[in-house]
């Protein structure tokens, strides 16, 4: 899957090579590319925004150099999606819908957002992280890489995916490791019991018993 990120700030999302995502790239199993909208400044003195008609505090960024930066990646088959407080709450749902897709370009807003006319022509899909605000859309679209990746295959261990939250509608059940004893307190027995069918009954239960107490709405 290939991710093209739009933005003034590539230097922001270094943590995307990191850990899971970072091993993930070097595998060719996604491929995310920056392209940083000031390359695209038609001005001498780089500018990419200007003060808004109307008047009113803040910087708008301008439609061309985000529209240039755009026609530079796109493809045919890509689906471009700005972060914004006004979009769609993401959910899991939403996240194992847009790993289907091939190409995804993600456009990041910065200051007091970006010129309505090119929003209109080039965007699909309006996605918010949910309701609250940010300085701008960097960290929202490193949200999306991280929870699309996770859906592409070969990313994460089958099994993983299957047992987490969400996937199931419940939260997960609790993990434990060693020490048997830490500060006194022990391991539920069944976990050490090589049970297996206990177990997994055990953990169902806690799962169940977790979601009833943290987030009932999600039994509804
Ligand atoms: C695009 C448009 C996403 C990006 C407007 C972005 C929260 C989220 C931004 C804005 C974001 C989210 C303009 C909104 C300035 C805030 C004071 C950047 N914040 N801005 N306003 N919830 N901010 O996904």
New binding site residues.
Partial sequence: MRFDVLTLFPEMFEPINKSILGRAQEEKLINVNFVNIRDFSVDKHKKVDDTPYGGGA?MVIRPDVVYKSYQSVKTSNAKVI??????KTLNQRLVEKLSKEKHLIIL???????DQRVLDKIVDEE???????????EI?AMVLIDSVSRYVEGVLKKESIQEESFSNGLLEYPQYTRPEIFEGETVPEVLLSGHHQNIEKWRKNKSLEITKKKRPDLLK
Wanted: charge should be negative; proline fraction near 8%.
């Fill in positions: 803040g700005y972060m914004t407080p006004q979009g990041c807003g910065h200051y007091e957002g970006i996605i918010s992280i949910g309701d609250y605000v940010l300085t701008g859309g929202p």
